[in-house]
């Protein structure tokens, strides 16, 4: 049988309380349940709730989370950029080939026609990603910007899962 709640309870509940220590901390140093804690509280008029605390901690952690993928949509479009230049950079193309699998490279003027969709999907990508992240903001026009963006990601992201055609292995000049 638990024992009766008495003064030395009470009196402990409400300096506890009022030091700011949690219904179960209390319950932890006093030794009792935390419904016990809870009903001591509510007869001395106390309460445990933590509305404002909570909601301000919750709104600072929207700002934040809010702040980081403005921060990675930034970083996504610079991704993005970066992929774009890569079209029309010279590269080196190698692989392993010859009855002897002999290792062969060359320098090519652009990418491979299979590299350039395969970037043009990438850059697709990190950019829809990035209005996921931060979506394009108001003013005139703002909803034919994201309409027209995102149109233009969709069909970058069709042309990269289309079959690869036969170029005859130049680099599609």
Do not use: Y
Not at 29 to 35: D, E, L, N
Not at 67 to 73: E, G, I, M, S
Not at 82 to 100: I, N, S, V, Y
């Amino acid at each position: 049988m638990a024992r009766p709640i008495d003064d030395k309870d009470r009196a402990a509940v409400k300096r506890l309380h009022t030091k700011g220590k949690s219904r179960n901390d209390i319950a932890r140093a006093i030794k009792r349940s935390p419904s016990t804690v809870s009903k001591i509280a509510a007869d001395l008029g106390l309460s445990f709730e933590r509305g404002p605390e909570v909601a301000a901690a919750t709104e600072a952690r929207r700002i934040d989370l809010a702040a980081r993928r403005a921060t990675l949509a930034e970083q996504l479009h610079q991704d993005a950029e970066r992929l774009r230049a890569q079209l029309w950079e010279p590269c080196t193309h190698g692989a392993f080939g010859g009855k002897d699998n002999v290792w062969s490279q060359v320098t090519l003027d652009r990418p491979l026609f299979a590299d350039q969709r395969n970037i043009i999907a990438a850059t697709g990508t990190a950019i829809q990603q990035s209005l996921k992240l931060a979506p394009a903001e108001g003013g005139e026009g703002a909803d034919q910007v994201r309409s027209m963006l995102g149109a233009l990601g969709e069909a970058l992201t069709q042309a990269a899962n289309d079959p690869p055609h036969d170029d005859g292995g130049d680099a599609g000049g």
